[in-house]
């Protein structure tokens, strides 16, 4: 009978809720490690635990793993539940795919680089097109002489070494433009991308002239070096109009290239340029400011010209150019455009004069295309869709407007030839004097005086 009771007892025991009496069950092989501790639940007695006492178990895991506060679990992935987004409620974050939403800031591209992709992307689908058909073994054709069979051997291979890089190249490049050029999907290309981009198309551009030295009329060669040549300037906005030449216009006006006239020196050869800017006094306004400083005391010790004597030459300058001319004045860098705008406003750049400035060559053409009438145009040769670069569009919308160039390039660095069979009328040297106190617009003033002298002298009909 005592057997049967203690049996019952044990078995009773055994059927009690886990909640109550059980401990939760560790793995033993961590028992054994050391890793994991027993959790201490309250002591009970026998007695069934109320709510307040059942409350701090209730999410307890299965595992117990230890602290985390001060040190990482040697076993952290048995700490964490994952759940299938197929078993999660609706509309919860789970079952959302935001992977879509999430965009970096730095790969956005606008609308305006958009497109200018994919203009690049339609001129050189236009130059494929155009591009006849390569055959390494029509060399001897092209040849300016006969040569010995191991010199063309060694051209072949080196043709075909040329073909194989151009199919790699493209194989690349060509979808990052397209991709850049698509509406709503494009992105920009990584400076890291560019700089390879613009590497690999150096190279081949290296090789296409290297064979056109002993191949000058290969067409395919031909047509490759204007494709790779616009991929660069596609890359390098700043040197378009560089590396393709553009097929030059002829000009209108019957004018012949006289160095002298064209870099605007005055009629007995003489500079118009005053002395450096290291001894230039600067405007009143900067001297009030910046009489504290010594560098200020010093320019004005020794200064190229008065005020008195700036303003009085200012006048007599403006007699002899055009009044009421309508400037547009293009660079990419603001002082210049700040000051010559100034200048405008002051009337220090002709009697009844307007000036607009654009901080690169398309948002000009884009006027001049609206019927917006120009006099003179005054443009930086280093600027985005500027310089060299417009010269062809422009020449078509406007044959007879007068364009003068400005570099920081000293004369004779840009070879004025070139510039000259551009459409381009004169070269003001943009020298540190036209960013430096008010003297700047005294040397415009000076070089236009002596364009429109020229003009009259000679009858440019610009």
């Known amino acids: ?80 539940s994952f759940v299938p987004s197929s078993k999660a409620p609706k509309n919860t974050v ?56 191991q010199t063309l051997n060694y051209l072949q291979t080196r043709y075909n070494k040329l073909l194989q890089s151009i199919q790699k190249a493209r194989s690349y490049i060509v979808p990052k433009i397209v991709y850049a050029s698509l509406p709503g999907e494009g992105t920009q290309i990584s400076p890291q991308e560019t700089k390879h981009i613009t590497t690999e198309t150096s190279d081949i551009l290296y090789k296409i002239k290297l064979l056109r030295t002993s191949l000058p009329d290969d067409p395919f060669l031909k047509k490759q070096e204007v494709y790779w040549g616009t991929v660069f300037e596609g890359f390098n906005p700043l040197l378009k109009g560089l590396i393709v030449k553009n097929e030059q216009l002829p000009r209108t ?26 001894t230039l006094i600067r405007d009143p306004d900067d001297v009030e400011e910046l009489d504290s400083y010594a560098y200020v005391r010093m320019q004005m010790r020794n200064p190229p010209i008065t005020q008195e004597a700036a303003a009085v030459e200012r006048e007599k300058l403006l ?48 006027e001049l295309e609206k019927g917006v009438p120009y006099d003179l145009v005054i443009t930086d040769l280093l600027v985005p869709e500027g310089g060299l670069a417009m010269m062809p569009q422009l020449r078509q919308m406007a044959p007879h407007l007068t364009v003068i160039a400005s570099s920081k390039y000293d004369r004779g660095e840009e070879d004025e030839e070139m510039l000259f069979k551009a459409g381009i009328d004169g070269y003001l040297w943009y020298n540190t004097n036209l960013n430096s106190g008010a003297y700047g617009y005294i040397e415009y003033l000076r070089a236009m005086k002596n364009y429109y002298y020229y003009k009259k002298l000679y009858g440019w009909r610009r």
């Open 1 to 80: 009978m005592q057997r049967t009771i203690l049996f019952l007892s044990i078995l009773s025991f055994g059927l009690m809720p886990s909640a109550t009496y059980a401990q939760p069950k560790n793995p033993k092989h961590l028992l054994r490690a050391g890793k994991v501790s027993l959790p201490k639940l309250p002591r009970t007695k026998g007695k069934i635990l109320n709510s307040t006492d059942i409350k701090p178990l209730a999410f307890t895991p299965k595992y117990a793993m230890p602290s985390t506060e001060n040190r990482h679990s040697p076993y952290p992935s048995q700490a964490l």
């Open 94 to 149: 789970l079952n959302i795919n935001i992977s879509r939403y999430i965009r970096s800031p730095l790969r956005a591209i606008s609308a305006k680089e958009r497109l200018q992709w994919k203009a690049l992307r339609e001129r050189l689908l236009e130059l494929s097109r155009e591009t006849p058909p390569h055959n390494a073994n029509r060399i001897p054709l092209y040849l300016l002489h006969s040569v010995p069979e």
């Open 253 to 278: 006006d019957l004018r012949k290239l006289v160095k002298k006239e064209f870099n605007l020196f005055n009629p007995d050869g003489t500079d118009y340029l005053l002395p450096r800017s290291e």
């Open 319 to 366: 007699d002899q150019i055009p009044s009421g001319l309508r400037i547009a004045f293009i660079n990419d860098d603001t002082l210049p455009r700040v000051n010559f705008e100034g200048w405008a406003k002051k009337g220090y750049l002709g009697r009844g004069a307007t000036l607009k400035a654009f901080k690169d060559g398309g948002q000009f053409l884009s």
